[in-house]
């Protein structure tokens, strides 16, 4: 099956950056889409950003528009997700997800996931 793993967390300060990354293996992923989600402690998991297979067409949470960037490396078989101008908010466990093709109702209709990385933000 699709094997997707996650890295790039870690701890960070308020107003800073990290570089997220979503490596597949087993299979390549130029057919699917690729989710990033992130479930905050206490809280219920929340879609992040999703890129389509073909990487045209890009989604994002509205409390995260204009600060996080996702794309996509099919070459490297890799997704990415920029995440800059960060808040203690964004802290939580993110995780990358893939579906074929597309990102429709991404939050709740993934395939196939990865274990997830911590991203902290706290100063």
């Known amino acids: 099956q699709l094997q997707l793993v996650e890295s790039g967390g870690g701890l960070v300060q308020p107003g800073g950056s990290l570089r997220l990354s979503c490596a597949a293996s087993?299979?390549?992923?130029?057919?699917?889409?690729i989710g990033w989600l992130r479930q905050a402690p206490g809280k219920e998991r929340e879609g992040v950003s999703c890129i389509s297979s073909s990487g045209s067409r890009t989604t994002y949470a509205d409390s995260v528009k204009g600060r996080f960037t996702i794309s996509r490396d099919n070459a490297k078989n890799t997704v990415y997700l920029q995440m800059n101008s960060l808040k203690p908010e964004d802290t939580a466990v993110y995780y990358c997800?893939?579906?074929?093709?597309?990102?429709?109702?991404?939050?709740?209709?993934?395939?196939?996931w990865g274990k997830g990385t911590l991203v902290t933000v706290s100063s």
């Open positions: 997800a893939a579906r074929l093709y597309h990102c429709s109702d991404y939050a709740g209709g993934m395939d196939y």
């Open positions: 087993r299979f390549n992923l130029d057919y699917y889409a």
